[in-house]
Each structure stands twice: as C-alpha cells, then as structure tokens.
C-alpha cells in the first residue's frame, strides 16, 4: 500500500470527518441557507432605511394597523402550529403531524390573502412601483419589494409546507424533514418582526 | 437526528411561553407606534424589541439554544458581524438629506 492510500486510509476513518458541527448534512444546508437569506432582507431592509432617512418627503401612508396586526397574529400563531406539528412528528404520530402541518398551511394562506387584500388596497389608491399619491415614488418601490419578497417566502413556505406535509404522511419524507421545514417557517415569522416595525409601523400617519 | 432533537422531550409549555411572549412583544412594537416620539427614538425602540423577539425565536422555536455551543456562536458571530457591518452607510445617508445634490430639503 502507498503512503498517498495510507494517508486516504487515515483520513476516511478520522474522527474529524463527518458533518460540520455534528449537525446533520440537510439540517446545516437549511441553516446556512437561513444566514443566507438573512443577509439577503438584512440588506433589503438598510436599503431601504437608507432610502428613508436620506429621502425628505417620504410618505406615511397607513391609517390603520388593524389589518397588519392580525397578519402578525396569524403568523405568530403560524410558528406555534408548525412547533406542534414537528413534536408530532418526532413522537412519531404521522397523523397529527400532518394535521398540524396542514394548518400552519392554512395559516399561511390566510397571512398571504390579507398581504394580498392589503396591496390592493394601497393599489387601488394610487400606489404603483414608480408612483404614489403621498410623496416620493420611491416609496412603492421599496414597500413592494421588501413585502413582495416576503410574501414570496411565504407563498414557497406554503408550497413547502404541503408537499412535506402529504410526503411524510405518505412514508416518503421523515421527520427530519418536517423539522427542516420547520426552520425555514419559524425564519419566515422571524422576517416579518422587522419588516413590520420598518416598513408598516413607522409609516404611520399619526 | 441532533442534541436539539433530544431535548424536546420536555412538554409544550415552554413553546407556549415563548408564543405569549411574542405576541406580546409585537403587541409593544404596536404601542410604541402610537407614541408621541421622534423617527429615531422610534426607530431604536422598534428594532430594540425586535431584536429580543428575534432572539426568541431563533433560540427556543429554532432550537439554537440546544444545538452545540460551537454552532451557536457560528451563527450569531457570523450573522451579526455581516449585519453589523452592512451599518456603515448611515451617516452617508443624512449627508443626502443635509447635503445637495440630490436632496428637495430647502
């Protein structure tokens, strides 16, 4: 045997190879995936502060945050759903997973429609990508894209969520798969804590 | 499938802490919109109580906070020293709001 095979021999038996941080392959894929996309709103979201500070008639255009709170409810309670389903789904109770999977799905689908009733309300005053009645046009651009960026993860997480859901129930997805899934749901949530301070709260017309 | 995994073992009232006091915390962020307080103030308030329901979240609803040690100051040093460093541009942007060319400001 040469030195080159002894020293492959040596590596593929080290202690040190496996995955990083004893974490499992598909689970560290999601996490870095999260960092990712954190960088990704995070830059999004200082674009737009930026935008803000910098832009002297920027428009305050919410009258009410009755609509935005419930979305918030809804997500929140989203996360809480899909905690249940995971449990479920590591004890092994393939039925309650499911049905705990499908509602957080539900949920999502009530969060998408009331941001959706929310753009066209804002649309139907006026507000495109280039021009809003309030102020500078920048606005719209800016609100569009952030939310339009979440609502796209959340239209994804929903797709996800009932793919997953109907796969682990067939026997072909496993729990850690729900519980993958369960990461990218909760990041989801975790976005819409910021987007709704920065782009909703703080332009409020008081 | 990791150490997260086994310390769920514990019951539902934990998550269902941690659910209350997000919606609290988000319930506060809608308060302090109705606060008679300048953008900034607001602004530093706001993400202050995002950050904490951030946290949260991250830590007990994703589990970071029972995955090893190692992987969670990956995570944390890692995500908050790029969002640390995406801060530097502020100061530029009030330079547009006091300063031309581009600014409407009298």
């Known amino acids: ?8 021999d040596e590596h593929s038996t080290s202690p040190m190879v496996g995955t990083a941080f004893s974490i499992p392959s598909k689970k560290l894929a ?9 960088m990704t709103f995070a830059a999004c979201l200082v674009v737009y502060g930026f935008l803000r500070n910098g832009t002297a008639n920027w428009p305050r255009p919410f009258h009410s945050i009755t609509n935005v709170a419930i979305m918030t409810f809804i997500l929140l309670t989203s996360s809480l759903t899909m905690l249940i389903g995971v449990r479920s ?26 941001h959706i009733r ?9 507000m495109t990508l280039f021009k809003n009645p309030w102020g500078t046009g920048l606005f719209g651009a800016s609100f569009f894209s952030i939310t339009g960026l979440h609502l796209t993860h959340v239209v994804s997480g929903i797709i996800a969520l009932l793919v ?11 729990a850690d798969d729900v519980e993958i899934l369960g990461l990218y749901w909760h990041f989801v949530d975790l976005v819409w804590m910021f987007v709704v301070p920065l782009v909703y709260l703080l332009n409020l017309s008081h | 499938m990791t150490t997260a995994v086994q310390h769920k073992s514990d019951g539902i009232g934990k998550d269902l802490v941690i659910y209350v006091c997000l919606l609290a915390l988000a319930g506060f962020q809608f308060l302090i919109a109705y606060q008679n307080l300048d953008s900034t103030q607001m602004l ?16 007990f609803f994703m589990h970071l906070w029972s995955e090893r040690r190692a992987f969670l100051v990956f995570v944390v040093v890692f995500t908050v020293a790029v969002l640390l460093g995406m801060q530097f541009g502020w100061t530029d942007s009030t330079r547009m709001v006091v300063g031309a060319p581009y600014s409407n400001v009298k």
């Open chain 1, 1 to 8: 045997m040469s030195q080159a095979e002894l020293t492959m």
């Open chain 1, 30 to 38: 999601m996490w870095l995936f999260i960092i990712a996309d954190t």
């Open chain 1, 89 to 114: 789904a590591r004890l092994g109770d393939k039925a309650s997973a499911f049905r705990w999977t499908m509602v957080t799905a539900v949920l999502g689908i009530v969060f998408a429609l009331l």
């Open chain 1, 118 to 126: 929310e753009w066209q309300g804002l649309i139907a005053e006026g």
């Open chain 1, 164 to 174: 997953v859901g109907v796969r682990y129930k067939g026997g072909r997805y496993n």
């Open chain 2, 44 to 59: 530093v308030r706001m993400l202050a109580v995002g950050c904490v329901e951030a946290s949260l979240a991250v830590m």
